[in-house]
Each structure stands twice: as C-alpha cells, then as structure tokens.
C-alpha cells in the first residue's frame, strides 16, 4: 500500500517510535521482511486510499527503513 494513502488508527508516533521494540521491529524487518502482513480495508471516502485495520507498527517501521512496498 502507498504509505501517503492510508489512515492509520491515531496510535502517537512519538510513542511508537520512542518504544525500544520499534527498533528491534525495524531491525526484525530488515533481516526477514514482514512476516505478517498488514491488514486493510478501502476507504470508502477516499478513491484509491486504505484504511489501516492491522499493523501500524509494522507499516512505520518499514517506512523509516525505506521499505518500498509491504504485504497487505
């Protein structure tokens, strides 16, 4: 999913990514890629755009190592 077109739950970035398993997640997803994929719906409001049901983490994490696409 294109990371601009999706709306996460609101879970506080700051919080997620202050959380010392953010890093290991980051680092988990570097050697072995997501495991799990994300879960998503369509946003019916929104042409083209999702709503993020399950894996907020999983999708920042692979955003901040510069994952070009993730398993929904």
Partial sequence: I????NNPRGEEE???L??????K????IQEHYILEPLIVKV???????FVLIDGE????????INLKN???
């Fill in 57 to 64: 983490r999983r999708l920042r994490a692979a955003k901040k």
């Fill in 2 to 5: 294109d990371y601009d077109k």
């Fill in 25 to 28: 997640l980051k680092l988990s």
């Fill in 43 to 49: 946003n019916e409001n929104k042409e083209g755009c």
């Fill in 14 to 16: 700051h919080q997620i």
């Fill in 18 to 23: 202050s959380d010392p398993e953010f890093e």
């Fill in 70 to 72: 993730v398993p929904t």
